[in-house]
């Protein structure tokens, strides 16, 4: 099928570490054929620059081809797309790249969020009506800078592109541990039936980071963690972790169930939120600044680069279970975790008193053992592990009971995975939009973060620790 993709901002960071590794892939598994590849920045930029920003993150393996083959398919195209009449020039460069009709021309807004408007706008208005339903527009998040933004967004997007056509990104949701999310939950009994309030404790979820703001300082001064991490990834996950069994597994169904999932969730008190900012430390053994000292960074910022909260879900289903969720830059170690603990078993011969409850052992000297500590862990990052940790019986004499692990690591058997960017790509060729999310759940998510009314203290935490001293609740229900 002839296409095109159109990549705005394709000299950027996301464009550079992420898109064109995964196109990479694409065009050495033979998806790209009969396939233009537009990347549109606006500095003039020699071939030859163009071509090292774009190999830069691309790690061809042994058995894949030349990185020179897939460059001949990426060419480039400088403008300021803020200017409506630069639109002409882009169209006549697709059309002399690719003279016949491209059946699909994906758009890819790979921009900061201040331009995605005026690129729509200007970039919309000039297509006839043919065009317009080629069109796939691809938007990364963050949708908005919060819930009215993310709202005229929409509208915008419904408005020029229309609903169908619009694939926002969510990368999180093509990660295959967050994927196996609903296959754990639904395709085994074991789960299904455990996955309430009566037999699991408390929740958590945890995305901690080595890395700094970067050279991310003017997006992130405006976001802090809450609304840079938690109102997308995160809420994402909880969403699939809370939501109820979709009728099917088509797009609408799962999308209402994760929108339900969305409206039960407990709006945030400040007391339940504690939030951070990184000082001086030293990561993985080398010191590094302050975020106030960073480039980009005004020395008197408030934004929060760790937040932690805890939150609960207004249904039968998960009444008085407590959701963790915690994020955070320049913490002491680079994984993402999902923690569900199982509650002990009820009175059990076991259990401290059980045997007052009718149930007598033959073991003497068994006073009762803590078995609160049965737990189902899923690393999403940087492996992806799924971990059982259950109780058993040690051979010594006397009776003693431990928690083992039970792991099995997902990406040590799946070696050479596609790319989360790499499906992302797929499905938009393809239309598979169940990758994607719709408009109400981006809405809703900020709708969310938007709950909690005035943000609590900020507390600082040292580069390279666990995270703020306040934190200490949060940070003990994500040890192991
Ligand atoms: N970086 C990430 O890890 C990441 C992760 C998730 C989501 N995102 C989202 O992805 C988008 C891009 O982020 P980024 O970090 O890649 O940003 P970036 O490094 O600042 O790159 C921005 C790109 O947009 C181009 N651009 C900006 N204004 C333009 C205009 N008016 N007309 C044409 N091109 C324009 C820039 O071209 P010039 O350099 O030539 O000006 C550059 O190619 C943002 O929406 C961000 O929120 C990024």
Redesign the pocket.
């Known amino acids: 099928m002839a296409r095109a993709i159109i990549i ?8 550079r ?2 898109l064109y590794p995964a196109l990479y892939n694409l065009h050495a598994r033979g998806k790209l054929e009969d396939t233009v590849i537009l990347a ?4 003039e930029l020699a071939r030859e620059e163009f071509e090292k920003k774009i190999t830069e993150f691309v790690k061809p393996r042994s058995n894949q081809p030349p990185v020179s083959a897939f460059l001949r398919q990426v060419h480039y195209h ?5 200017q409506a009449s630069e639109f002409g020039g882009l169209y006549r460069h697709l059309v002399e790249l690719a003279p016949g009709k491209r059946e699909v021309v994906l758009g890819y ?5 201040a ?2 408007e ?2 729509v706008r200007n970039g919309m208005k000039t297509l006839n009506d043919s065009q317009r339903q080629r069109l796939r527009l691809l938007v ?3 949708i908005g800078t919060d819930y009215q933004s993310a709202r005229r967004l929409n509208r915008l997007f419904d408005r020029f592109v229309g609903e169908r056509n619009v694939f926002r990104i969510d ?1 999180f949701l093509a990660k295959e541990a967050v994927e196996n999310l609903l296959v754990l939950r639904f395709a085994n009994r074991l789960f299904e039936s455990a996955w309430d309030r009566r037999s699991i404790s408390s929740v958590s979820v945890s995305f901690s980071e080595e890395l700094g703001v970067e ?2 300082a003017a ?1 992130y001064e405006r976001t802090g963690a809450l609304a840079d991490f938690v109102q997308s990834h995160l809420l994402q996950v909880l969403a699939l972790l809370t939501m109820e069994e979709p009728a099917c597994l088509e797009e609408d169904p799962i999308k209402n169930a994760k929108v339900r999932a969305l409206k039960r969730l407990a709006p945030l008190r400040k007391e339940d939120v504690v939030m951070g900012q990184y000082t001086a430390g030293k990561v993985d053994g080398k010191e590094v600044p302050g975020y106030t000292s960073e480039p980009g960074v005004s020395p008197a910022s408030k934004t929060e680069t760790f937040v932690a909260l805890k939150t609960h879900v207004r249904s039968p289903r998960w009444k008085g279970v407590p959701f963790y969720v915690m994020t955070g830059k320049r913490l002491d170690k680079n994984e993402g975790l999902i923690t569900v603990r199982f509650r002990p078993p009820t009175a059990c011969m076991f259990t401290p008193g059980g045997a007052e409850h009718g149930h007598t052992h033959e073991y003497s000297g068994a006073k009762g053992f803590d078995l609160g500590n049965s737990r189902l862990q899923i690393q999403v990052q940087p492996e992806e592990v799924f971990r059982l940790r259950f109780n058993l019986k040690t051979p010594e004499e006397k009776l003693s009971i431990k928690p083992f692990s039970m792991d099995y690591c997902y990406s040590c058997d799946y070696l050479y995975q596609r790319l989360p960017y790499e499906k992302i790509f797929e499905d938009a060729m393809s239309g598979d939009r169940t990758r994607f999310s719709r408009s109400d759940e981006v809405e809703l998510a900020w709708k969310w973060v938007e709950t909690l009314k005035e943000k609590p203290a900020l507390h600082h935490y040292a580069a390279g620790s666990a995270g703020p001293a306040a934190a200490k609740e949060w940070l003990d229900h994500l040890k192991d």
């Not at 549109?40 to 500095?43: L, P």
Request: aromatic letters at 12%.
């Open positions: 705005f901002g394709g000299t950027g960071d996301l464009s570490r992420k549109c920045g606006r500095k400088s403008a300021d797309f803020t807004l790979a921009v900061p969020p331009e995605f005026p690129l990364e998040k963050p990368h050279n991310r997006f």
